[in-house]
């Protein structure tokens, strides 16, 4: 089950997704046991790893630009002995070309160049594939609700989620804000059939193959 | 995986537990695919259902006093073809005396009656299990609080939950609010090793034997 | 004092701005007692009524395209025996051309054309003057972002909004909530001293004459 | 007007009721410009000084038990030139009694005492007259709405805030969450006319003298 805390995994300075946020992205995403999954700006690798537990028998590609991020995610992954996480070191539009065909896409933070990594993603994705993304600024979220708008391939939904934790204080309940993330889900559909509703996933076929650097014992 | 979409339950004129607010009360509830649930107050019975989806090799013990929401949960059961739950028809506190010992308490309602509803499921909980309790109102939060912090061998931990959904309305991305829900978990604890944070749940042995009302094909 | 409860302003099937929003809006406006003040997409009116007890030796220039809208305006203002709005039916950007130079716009609806708009209100702002500016699509926030970035005259801040305002059910207190606004104050500052921080404004002077339809019983 | 910003006060270690919270209490509190205001848990004092400003013909009395606290208070009542807030050192229940018969009160903080503030409150505040408290408990919050319940003489209504303020970083707009804030508004009506309506507040007529000690120059 998705829903690890905060506190079990290794951090370092980098800002890690909040388990609330995790798992609405994660439940939002669908993912099957033999998924083959990309996530974007996978900082820490919390949702990485929880995405590489569900797709159990697929596989995870967890990429990040920052070598604090890379040697953190090769971490966790460890401690919570995942061995199907694949992690790329690198710009997410160019190590995007480097993945195979992918059926579920987790965008944890898009630094500014969320179209670009959305038509990368687009590449890759199968029909019937979903996106699931998190934003934390107005403009990325604004361009990807823009790039959505040109498709008629894809159907979206999307939520904001606002999370208070309650501390103890002297006996009392007291509640600390997190801040506000929004999370967009995008269901990648065949041209014909578009239409605005969100529809179930049926089980995808798989037939990737898998390339990239391998962490673990394997 | 969990997260049905609210549409596809069968609807009647009581109000349901929104697909968010079921994901997050879920994941927290940690259920084990043996694990025997309970859930108060259980409404059309979406989160029922979903819980006896994950608790596969276990039950789930539906209890409402409505008849209405009795006939919701027996219709969406069928629906959804989940066998695993057991609908009981009357107040949360006695009910609970039908039920055998159990590892999750889920409260989706507790009709003004929290106290008396923690005490029946205190009385039935294992050591080791878990009760997440969604609140609507001030009172209900505060009473169990207050029943909690009487209580050496519970730790628990509270979130408020807010949602916005947003819809297009000619092209825009407008925001429409759900009503905030307080989601809190508290975890049954051996006396002796009481302390302010809650554990991951290890694996739990099941002794109980089922009663009762038996809907479904079985 | 700001803060007119929602139940006293006559009300059609155009939505009004919330109670809180209103006080929060005016408060961040920071009006003077001889301010001109315009507001576009005024509704109900409830905005300018409470501006214009506010400038009650200025003006407020209550644009709204919509006929209903200008109705409403027109016995709100009857009703709270304002007699210092000027009320314009018709777009935005052209009933803009028909107002004197102003100290304070709001913006309570921009109907998807922000961009217009600012550009019009910025023909008529003096500097000192501000912008407060409600949003409810991702899109009009977005743009009027997009266009303050373009601006180094202007310093602007921004929060978002949410309230939930509570009903008593069977004498327990349960949550209601309100639709989030974003809100954006916008100063406009002298080129030279285009600083990040949203200065005190100072008691301006005013030079403008008032135009077009005056209500009440002047 | 209502509104000074945050970084306009003198802070020190205490926490500091924000600006955005400020201005929709004392919008609830509809202060008149001769009333006698009594501000409990007064912090920084950055509700009283926003209260006298308002009361520029009454008094405010600013209470708290912290010495930190009375230092920042009379040097912030120094620095924006309000003379006419008395602040009393020690228990809000206590130098409640010193106070003469008051019009608002406003309670920035309970330190755990609701009960004990509203029964002294009470003891000197007028019919016609309110109290707006902030909560940041929920079991502070709870014994309000209890206290609230038992008496036929109170009208009440309840909002919860929730601000997110925007940070630019990178050119990007990112939202930062304030802690929410529980925002209750009683107003003390003669006990044959309860209803569950408020009212609006009539100006009321003073006759009340003041005691204790006075700061400023006067």
Same mark, same amino acid.
């Given at each position: ?6 506190e079990?995994f ?12 995790r798992i609405l992205t994660?439940a939002k ?19 990485s ?13 967890a ?26 070191s690198?710009?997410a ?5 480097q993945?195979?065909?992918i059926?579920?896409? /987790?965008?944890g933070g898009?630094?500014?160049?969320i179209r670009? @990594? #959305?038509? =990368?993603?687009?590449?890759? &994705? !199968? ?23 040109t498709?008629d ?5 999307m ?6 934790r ?5 006996? /009392? ?9 929004? @999370? #967009?889900? =995008?269901?990648?559909?065949? &041209? !014909? ?19 990239g650097?391998?962490?673990g014992?394997?």
């Amino acid at each position: 089950m998705i829903g690890i805390e905060d506190e079990k995994f290794i951090r370092g300075k980098i800002p890690m997704t909040k388990q609330e946020i995790r798992i609405l992205t994660l439940a939002k995403a669908k993912i099957c046991t033999t998924d083959f999954v990309v996530d974007i700006g996978a900082g820490t690798g919390s949702l990485s790893i929880e995405a590489a537990k569900i797709a159990e028998h697929g596989y995870v590609f967890a990429i990040d630009k920052n070598p604090d991020a890379v040697d953190l995610i090769t971490r966790n992954a460890e401690k919570f002995s995942v061995d199907n996480i694949v992690i790329i070191s690198g710009e997410a539009s160019e190590s995007l070309r480097q993945v195979p065909r992918i059926d579920i896409a /987790l965008i944890g933070g898009s630094g500014g160049k969320i179209r670009e @990594i #959305l038509q =990368a993603i687009d590449n890759k &994705l !199968k029909i019937g594939g979903r996106i699931v993304a998190n934003f934390i600024t107005i403009q990325s979220l604004a361009n990807c609700l823009d790039w959505l708008k040109t498709r008629d391939d894809y159907d979206y939904e999307m939520i904001q989620v606002q999370i208070n934790r309650f501390n103890v204080v002297g006996g /009392l309940d007291m509640a600390q804000a997190l801040n506000p993330v929004h @999370i #967009l889900t =995008a269901k990648k559909i065949p &041209l !014909k059939q578009a239409v605005n509703v969100i529809k179930l996933p049926e089980q995808k076929v798989k037939t990737a193959q898998v390339v990239g650097l391998r962490i673990g014992n394997s």
